[in-house]
């Protein structure tokens, strides 16, 4: 069937990944040059343990997560949180990228993915770094947020969960942040529908989180308290630096 003018299609992926690059080819030839000849093992492993998981495109591609361990090594990164682990990859990085007395506090509802890659985890030996927290997020922020000493006390957060809750967990984690830190959130883009005129042009099944994104874009763009840059790897990832 012919599609109609400005019809939305959810683009063709590669690998199970969610890239929004125009060009497989292209995509493919960052990952060869630049991310996998320095993709350690561990990380290896547990992509290709996630490439048959029927929710594999919940995972984080491998170039936004090579930014992501870039990005912690110039923040001096040592303790951080991550929303939204899945299978482990983003937080495998995460847990390579810190100091080897690091701490990741890592929150899902679903402890079963997360098994999936603790083999790999375990062999990188960075487990202890990793403080695994089954609950829904929001209830794990407030109890840190209970502490005064928790206030400022990380460097970085990487949010990938529910987009309804992203401005949530973002008031929380401003808080959680310490000013110069960083706090990343994944989806930004949601597939490129973000940029659909014509909301009934969208699958019904992304719609919510479609209008969920938008708000977080607008209202990130006008939060004084962060220097952002949203950038066009995997699936939209927005950057901001806590100024405040």
Request: hydrophobic share 40%.
């Amino acid at each position: 069937m012919e599609k109609s003018p400005g019809e939305f299609t959810p683009k063709k992926q590669t690998e199970g990944s969610k890239s929004l690059l125009q060009s497989e080819d292209l995509f493919e030839y960052i990952l060869e040059t630049s991310v996998y000849p320095r993709e350690p093992e561990p990380l290896k492993e547990l992509r290709e343990a996630t490439a048959n998981h029927p929710m594999k495109m919940m995972c984080t591609t491998p170039d936004e997560g090579q930014l992501m361990a870039l990005l912690l090594n110039l923040a001096n990164a040592k303790k951080t949180i991550e929303i939204g682990v899945f299978t482990g990859y983003s937080l495998l990085w995460t847990a390579l990228s810190i100091p080897d007395d690091g701490k990741i506090i890592a929150i899902d509802m679903n402890r079963e993915s997360y098994e999936i890659g603790l083999p790999s985890i375990r062999k990188a030996g960075v487990e202890h770094k990793i403080d695994f927290i089954e609950s829904p997020a929001l209830e794990v922020l407030d109890k840190l947020l209970e502490d005064a000493k928790n206030e400022g006390a990380f460097d970085f957060a990487f949010v990938d969960a529910d987009k309804v809750n992203y401005w949530n967990y973002h008031e929380r984690l401003m808080k959680l942040i310490r000013v110069g830190g960083l706090l990343c959130y994944d989806n930004t883009l949601w597939g490129g529908s973000v940029a659909v005129p014509d909301e009934s042009l969208v699958p019904v099944s992304m719609r919510a989180s479609r209008r969920a994104t938008m708000e977080l874009n607008k209202s990130l763009a006008a939060d004084q308290r962060v220097q952002l840059s949203q950038v066009a790897v995997g699936d939209g990832l927005t950057i901001c630096r806590r100024l405040y």
